[in-house]
């Protein structure tokens, strides 16, 4: 009988330690969410950010929200996109941000790129989290440390 007891207990106790584990979410997964962006002039939202995990396990982010989304009574396009094929693309459910991987070293979300539909450009791109909700981007061109780029920041939309 008191086997018995001893051995469910364990297994209780196993079951317990198991599910804990699964439910501790990865640090490069912290990531993970809907981000507002603001407009640097007026600071009111322009838009909201869903960042993802893609099945190669890389993070990704689309547009899903505009605050304004339509322009001349249609839906914004990615008029300034370099490929005229695409230009006609919609803006909501635009992918902004391409193949980033996270560097547990450095605290990054790095070796990605971040596409700008104002000016149909895109730019290297590495992101870090500033506490839980503020994602600083930084775009730059060329490498890094050139100085030669932008940085944003994003807040975690509730």
Known sequence: MKKTSLLLCLMSLLGLMATSMYAQTPVADKILGVYSTFNEDTGLENSRIQIFKATNG???????????????????????????ALQNKPIIGLQLLKAFEYDEKSGEWKGGSIYDPDNG????????????????????IGKAWMGLGRTTTWTRYE
């Open 121 to 140: 450009k895109t730019y290297n791109c590495f992101m870090k989290l500033d506490g839980d909700n503020y994602l600083k981007i930084r775009g730059f």
């Open 58 to 84: 890389k993070y990704y982010g689309k547009i899903i929200w505009l605050k304004e989304p339509n322009e001349n009574g249609k839906p914004k396009v990615d008029d300034q996109n370099p490929d005229k």
